[in-house]
């Protein structure tokens, strides 16, 4: 079973002539152990895509399924309980709280899920496999763009979800850094059986897919 | 409260100048409730000495004992208790040799009549002779002695002081206990009158006659002159000041919680329930609202031992804690007006591109 499926899923804004049809009959799975990537332009639909794949949006038609889980049925506590345990986000922007130091983004992990995430020796493993290790005393507002969005990478896998949603993880990276991003994904989803599925317009990071779709004005396609 | 205790403690400044604001309202807040209280005890605390319950007054005095002259033949028609006393008052100007001139309050008593039983002297003893009297402690910070003779006006001739009594404040000037038979002296009024009322301790206390109308002593105390305007006018001050405070640091809390949105967007797309957001900013309110009175009420603590003895500060706990409530109340309602906008913040809106 797929860890994720989006089935004829269409979103829609507006009313009448203001109506926008933003996603159109999309159908997209994702599988644990495969990092899938969505590639487009901006203003293809990715962002919205991954709203309703992570359950922050309904889709006005079709069907998204989280395991065997369908995520029309369930309402905003259960949603709220869902995108915590199953569901990592690894947000382009404002993705850490700037008043909470590097430790403290996961301490407040535990604080709301005191189950079920990583332990110390793995969190102190990928700390050193993101070359971020020696900033856990460090608050977001003193890194570097790069080292940002490293932590916020840490940050969504702290939790230990079986879905992984990544929008733009590589935006704020040099090539180096990429293939470290890239090769850590690829290796999640590999050695912990992970579904990554990552939104971008980075096509450095197609050589560690397993599955890319092209969206172009709402329509998905499987490249 | 992880949350709350995080960002107090990395915005210092923004959070410091917030319970800054508090710690001036609270402080502004105990100290006029601290003013108003003090003016409000010297207008009474004679009164409140002797556990007095009731009082009865000519019925043409406007019931103000200083205007009451009851005479011997209405003094015939009552029959009084061991709970009950007669007492005269008369506004007088207290001089001795050497020592500076005291406006004060003459009250005229019996002997061995409950009001001077409940006299606690704190220094001599209790006037056994009409030419004896007792006086407020006040009257020893501005210099008087045991011993000293004292004046009373220009009828009377001298009093000797024979000893101290603590909080005996009448209408904002100390008190001075003397007999009744001085209280017609100075009063300049005839043997025919017995004295200006009559004092109970029972609740229950009621006199038959027209001539005399008796008073719950709260009902005796707002018509000591000036009482209940004071009293009033501190109130709306303090209320308005509550109201206003309530308005800035509602303020101030919604802007807070406006700027801290991106942020709870984001939390909220972790799938952090909104319910831990809205006790994150009430219990943030409350750390706030409850560091600034602790600050406050230090200050004021600090500000009463650096005043002056004379000023007619004093405090009262069921009143502080009244305050202290008020404005930990304002806080919280502060604090509520943007859980509405945390409930309804949108996580879509950070995960752009």
Known sequence: MPALTLAHVSKQFGHDTNQVTVLKDVNFEAEAGQVSLVIGPSGSGKSTFLTIAGGIQTPTAGEVHVQ???????????????????????????NLIPYLSVQDQFTLVDRVKPHGNLTAAQLANLLDQLGIANLTKQYPGELSGGQTQRVAIARALYQNPDIILADEPTAALDSDRVKVVG????????????????????????????????????????? | MFLALKEIRHEKLRYGLIVGMVVLVSYLVFVLSGLAYGLAQQNTQAIATWDAQKIAVTSDANDSLAQSLMTKQTAKKVTLTSHEAYIGQAGV?????????????????????????????????????????????????????????????????????????????????????????????????????????????????KLKTSDLKTLAMSQFINKLPGYSAQNTTFTFMIAFL???????????????????????????????????????????????????????????AATVLVLPAGLPMSFNLPLLAGVTGGILLTGVLGALIPVRIILHVDPVSVIGG
């Open chain 2, 93 to 205: 100007v207290a001089k001795a040799k050497g020592q500076p001139k005291l406006s004060a309050q003459f009250l005229g008593i019996n002997r061995g009549e409950f009001i001077y039983r409940k006299l606690i002297v704190t220094s001599g003893h209790k006037p056994t002779t009409a030419r004896q009297i007792l006086v407020d402690d006040s009257f020893k910070t501005n210099g008087y002695h045991l011993g000293d003779k004292v004046s009373l006006g220009a009828t009377g001739g001298k009093f000797k002081i024979v000893g101290f009594t603590h909080n005996a404040k009448l209408s904002v000037a100390p008190v001075v206990y003397g007999t009744l038979g001085t209280w017609r002296t100075l009063s300049h009024v005839t043997s025919d009158f017995k004295a200006g009322g009559i004092v109970s301790n029972r609740s229950d206390f």
């Open chain 1, 68 to 94: 065997d889980q369908s995520l029309q049925q369930l309402e905003g506590k259960a949603r709220d309980a869902l995108r915590l345990n199953k569901i990592g986000f690894i947000l382009q922007a404002y």
């Open chain 1, 183 to 223: 090769q850590l994904l690829h290796d999640l989803a590999k050695q912990h059986n992970k579904a990554i599925v990552v939104v971008t317009h980075d096509l450095r990071l197609q050589e560690f897919a397993d599955k890319t779709y092209a969206i172009m004005d709402g329509r998905m396609t499987l490249a």
């Open chain 2, 242 to 300: 509550m109201v206003i405070a309530m308005v800035v640091i509602a303020v101030f809390l919604y802007i807070l919680t406006m700027q801290k949105l991106p942020n709870y967007a984001v939390l909220r797309a972790q799938g952090i329930p909104a319910k831990v957001l809205v006790t994150t900013t009430i219990s943030q309110a409350l750390i706030l609202v409850v560091g600034g009175l602790v600050i406050g009420a230090a200050l004021t």
